[in-house]
Every structure is written in C-alpha cells, then in structure tokens.
C-alpha cells in the first residue's frame, strides 16, 4: 500500500517508491489545495524507453550533448510531482503539497494555471504505444494514495488541459482500464 506523509512525500510497503529532489517546484498559492490528477507521457530521446534522462531534464542535469533531441531542451525547468517507469517503478520528484512545473499553459473547467491545483504523473511512453501492464497497476495504487490524501474529484490527460499544445498521454492510453481500478470517484475530464 503506498501512503502519502504530511509533507506530501510517499512511502510504500510494497514497492519503493524512489525519491529524487527537483529543483523545479514551487509553493501553491495560500489555501489551494489538489483536486485534479494529471496524467502525462514522456519518453527521452523521444520514443526510447529506459535510462536515467527524465531524471536528469527534471533535476536540471540533461547534458544536451548526450543526444541531439537534447538541444532543443536547452535550459528547459520542468518537473512533475511522479514518474512511473515502464516496470512499474515510482519516482517522486516534487512533494504533492508544492507546485511542480508540469501542466505549462493549461486551463481545466474554466480555471487556468492548472499547476496550482493538480499533481502530475508522468508515465515513461509515448502517444503510439502501449503502456504496460505494470504503469496502469502503479498509477491506480498511486491514485488512490493520492485521493486519500487529497480532495481529489478529477483526473484529466495533459491534451485535456492543453489540447492547443498538447496531445499525452496519449490514444494508447486506456482510461477505462485505469478509472476501472481506481476506488471512488475520480471524474475523468
């Protein structure tokens, strides 16, 4: 079972759940707290899958020579609050109580600024393909850490808040299959 502190940091019984501080987080304006779970992919270089990059972009070590894609990344802050790896592995980058830098430009039910009011979860993959079996497990139990927590009512895809800009996590994504394991109720956008 994984359990979310006071302080917005998660442990697990069952599986570590990896803790690697980003720089890229801020506070959340006074008396806001998350009611939106925001669901990303992300893939580094683009489409490969493995590796220790995402970490580095999200604490600000991405060595843009290490790859050419890595230019374009060139002085890029951004974080999320998670990452789950394709086995199911969770790392944590930002407390759920801070404002990770994920959502960019967004606008969610007429509010913008969807940073201040969601937590982030990145899934390591990509719009055309699959995700495992092991994600969909991961982010459910994430999820419902999350919603025993928090006053979470909704959960949106990046391209649902940002659908100018953004298209993830994507059609592979199964929504069904993952609000099919979340318990409670956790409106899908």
Same mark, same amino acid.
């Given at each position: 079972m994984i359990e979310v502190d006071a302080d917005g940091w998660c442990r697990s019984t069952v599986c570590a759940i990896e803790r690697i501080a980003s720089p890229n987080f801020d506070e959340r304006p006074d008396g806001v707290e998350p009611f939106l779970l925001v669901v990303h992919n992300i893939s580094l270089p683009p489409g490969e899958f493995g590796g220790r990059f995402i970490d580095a972009l999200f604490t600000n070590r991405l060595e843009? /020579?290490? =790859?050419?894609?890595? $230019?374009?990344?060139?002085g890029l802050q951004v974080s999320a609050h998670f990452l789950v790896r394709r086995d199911g592995a969770i790392a944590q980058f930002v407390s759920c109580n801070a404002r990770a830098w994920h959502a960019g430009v967004s606008r969610f039910e007429g509010r913008? %600024?969807?940073n201040d009011f969601s937590i982030g979860i990145e899934l390591?993959? /990509? +719009? +055309?393909?699959?995700?495992?079996?092991?994600?969909?497990?991961? @982010?459910? /139990?994430?999820?419902?850490?999350?919603? %025993?927590?928090?006053?979470? $009512?909704? $959960?949106?895809? =990046?391209?649902?808040?940002?659908?100018? %800009? #953004?298209?993830?996590?994507?059609?592979?994504?199964?929504? #069904? @299959?993952?609000? /099919?394991?979340?318990?409670?109720?956790?409106? =899908?956008?």
């Open positions: 843009r /020579s290490a =790859h050419p894609y890595f $230019v374009e990344l060139d913008e %600024r969807c390591e993959g /990509s +719009d +055309d393909v699959a995700f495992e079996t092991a994600q969909y497990a991961s @982010l459910s /139990s994430l999820a419902n850490a999350l919603m %025993r927590r928090y006053p979470l $009512v909704a $959960v949106a895809g =990046h391209s649902d808040i940002a659908p100018e %800009r #953004k298209t993830d996590p994507g059609p592979c994504f199964d929504w #069904k @299959l993952f609000l /099919s394991n979340v318990e409670g109720e956790l409106r =899908h956008a």
